[in-house]
């Protein structure tokens, strides 16, 4: 059986030689081939090895860290679009209605109201997502976030990350430092999820954590510049 893992710490040729092998030296592992652009490994095994067996052959001490995430596949044929994005459509509208109902005063809609509130709603219900199983997130994340990839621990600050902000947007707090770190955050994560997707990879978004399997594709991005331009406007507006 042929399995595919994240792997972090490596940074040069060297990392992915000596990786590739210290896995093919244990013994139920027949092949490794190892991706430093994807921080990736596809094992070929002769059982079904766990993440923590095969960090076993790092060593204790190893800077390497293998993850538990494995690239998901889509079957297009079975599941239609709508289908496949239902979890994360639903909650949109969910934010985007509660949001309105709240910046809805005297007979008329506040579109700054409602955008920070639906800024406030977005960042605290998404993060609630990755909290719910943060090491898997961690994981995931790690597969296309370009510092993710070479720094693990930032995958389990980022809800925290996300979460700051939705409190933020929430109470009002210093609201131009919110959206240049809105700006910030967001745009330097869609550039990971940008190269994905034009790099065609079959893996997991880790937008709802790992709680639904979505793929990563185009719909990732416009969550992400979504924000961005949000954020933008907002601060654009607050001068």
Known sequence: ????????????????????????????VLSADISLEHNQAVVEMNVDLSAEQLQGAFGKESAYSIGLTEPIEIDTQEKSWLETYKPLLIIFLFISGVSGIGAFHNGQ???????????????IVFS???????????????MYDLLAKKVKVYGFVYPFIELALGIAYLTHFEPQITYIVTIVVMGFSSIGVIQSVLDKQKIRCACLGAVFNLPMSTVTIIEDLLMVAMAAFMLWTAY
């Open 109 to 123: 809609l506040s579109v700054m109201n409602w955008m920070n509130a639906f800024m406030a709603g977005f960042f």
């Open 1 to 28: 059986m042929t399995n595919t893992y994240s792997i972090t710490g490596m940074t040069c040729s060297g990392c992915v030689a000596k990786v590739k092998s210290l896995l093919e030296q244990h013994t139920d």
């Open 128 to 142: 609630f997502f990755k909290f719910l199983n943060l090491s898997a997130f961690a994981d995931s994340y790690a």
